[in-house]
């Protein structure tokens, strides 16, 4: 019993380290970004892919209202699983922190930068007693003096730079997925196609347009760009993962 209460205490606390140097928290944070549903980054010579599952609980939700995909600058994209809500604070402070950049220096934010500022951020959730840490997972895509770059941020506040990643629900599965089919001289094309075929993999190769975001930022023009609908259904259909529409006809 004892060892059950020393157990609860390091549990409870989130800047105390048990005995074997976790905490415990930080790991309940990790666990709440894999309820989350996918996301996948994909790091190209063109530039950068994000593409998020945007299914919703309830067929009467619009699917507008689900936020994955956010435009931190003109220049960097980000991806989130995990906790809505805390995602919606962290895009914000990265918001400011760009705008913070270009206000000071007269020029945009790095990547690198950026996510660093988000990590130290992040961080000092897991130092401060009476908070928790962010239950979210950020898949942060950029162009960085000419060369696309992409990260992770983790729970714990430390930042994993990529060449292509899936964090959220089935992420060893669609890592795997990753991990077979990255080319390193793929275009900004080929990236589509392989995020897309990624999130395939986990939903029986049936994707619908209004049940995926997609978005760039390519090299040439170093802009933010979500992909409209129309867009994403054509690239589903060229890569057979449009979901049918033909349903059995109830029996009168």
């Known amino acids: 019993m004892q060892g059950q209460a020393q157990q609860q205490a390091y549990d409870r606390g989130i800047t105390i380290f048990s005995p074997d140097g976790r905490l415990y928290q930080v790991e309940y944070a990790r666990e709440a970004v894999k309820r989350g549903s996918a996301s996948i980054g994909v790091r190209t010579e063109g530039g950068v892919v994000l593409a998020v599952d945007k299914h919703t609980r309830s067929p009467l939700m619009e699917q507008t209202s689900v936020e994955k995909l956010h435009k931190a600058d003109d220049h960097i994209g980000i991806a989130s699983a995990g906790h809505v809500a805390d995602a919606r604070q962290l895009i914000d402070f990265a918001r400011r922190q760009s705008q913070i950049n270009r206000l000071r220096y007269g020029e945009p934010i790095g990547v690198e930068t950026l ?50 990643l899936a964090v959220g629900a089935d992420r060893g599965e669609i890592q795997d997925y990753l991990e077979s089919n990255y080319s390193e001289g793929m275009d900004l094309d080929g990236g589509i196609d392989l995020a897309l075929s990624g999130l395939g ?41 449009l979901e049918s529409e033909d349903e059995d006809e109830p029996e009168e």
């Open 115 to 164: 996510t660093k500022e988000v990590t130290d951020h992040i961080q000092q959730y897991t130092q401060v007693g009476g908070a928790r840490p962010f239950g979210v997972a950020l898949i942060i895509g950029g162009i960085e003096n000419g060369e696309p770059r992409l990260y992770e941020t983790d729970p714990s506040g430390t930042p994993y730079e990529w060449k292509a």
């Open 201 to 241: 993999t986990v939903n029986d190769d049936q994707l619908s347009a209004d049940g995926v975001g997609l978005a760039t930022v390519d090299v040439e023009s170093e802009r933010f760009r979500m992909l409209d609908d129309d867009e994403v259904e054509s690239y589903l259909d060229e890569l057979n993962l």
